[in-house]
């Protein structure tokens, strides 16, 4: 099994810099490179072993904090395990933090995060693969949009409001897209009605994106986060090996 090497760092953005997490082989050899968009807890132990993980694997792994613009992460304290009533407390206390991320910010530090891995010595050359949990399920369909040609692959797994009315809903993105994308979706997800499975299957369809939806049966949004109460173990693997597979794929 592969050495990993993970290590905290800082990324230079148009506001500041963002505390991130890099995982990667530890031969410093370069790797395909992965970017992460996290859910809205952020960057915590649960999530640094997933992208030790990818590292194993054979990948270079950045994990960014998403609300850098409010500190380091957590920029909330979080407790050890996140159940119902926990998660509601959370999310109050992390509205003004989801709110100062408008879509325009979002874009401006993915194109920060690519500008890192591309001139960081263990990322090899060429696109690199996005994958998104939860909210970052729609940054990392933005972000493919916005640049597509430094992505190659996209994948998103409980994604939430993902094709709404909104004008920056993530669904537009579509025709600007040339990576491939998989979608991992929670199964009776209310962040997701069929509805809206629908129309961003619609979207990518008509713009020719090359895709698979898949809706995993009996999980609940949030089944990766093995440190809340939606795990869920046979929804966690199965997601892993669609994402390797892709990622096989792609590299």
Do not use: W
Not at 6 to 32: E, K, N, S
Not at 111 to 136: F, H, I, Q, S, T
Not at 183 to 202: T, V
């Amino acid at each position: 099994m592969t050495d990993v090497a993970g290590t905290g760092v800082q990324v230079p953005t148009g506001d500041g810099t963002a505390d991130a997490y890099l995982a990667r082989p530890a031969d410093g050899a370069p790797r395909p490179a992965v970017l992460c968009f996290t859910d809205a807890f952020g960057v915590r132990p649960t999530v640094r072993e997933a992208a030790d993980g990818l590292a194993r694997a054979g990948y270079t792994v950045l994990v960014p904090n998403l609300f850098h613009r409010r500190g380091p992460a957590p920029v909330v304290e979080l407790p050890g395990f996140i159940d119902g009533e926990a998660r509601g407390q959370l999310f109050r206390l992390l509205r003004p933090a989801l709110q100062e991320l408008t879509p325009e910010r979002a874009t401006a530090d993915a194109g920060a995060y690519l500008r890192y891995l591309a001139e960081l010595p263990e990322a090899a050359d060429g696109p690199v693969a996005l994958v998104g949990y939860c909210m970052g399920a729609g940054l990392a369909l933005r972000a493919a949009g916005a640049f597509p040609d430094r992505v190659a692959a996209v994948a998103g797994f409980h994604g939430g409001r993902l094709a709404t009315d909104d004008p920056h809903s993530p669904h537009l993105a579509a025709p600007r897209i040339t990576a491939e994308v998989y979608l991992g979706h929670a199964d009776e997800d209310p962040s997701l009605p069929p509805e809206q499975i629908e129309r961003l299957e619609r979207a990518l369809t008509d713009a020719g994106v090359r895709h698979r939806c898949e809706v995993y049966q009996g999980a609940a949004h949030g089944y990766t986060q093995s440190d809340t109460a939606s795990y869920d173990e046979k929804a966690d693997e199965r997601h892993r090996a669609a994402l390797l597979n892709l990622l096989d794929r792609t590299f």
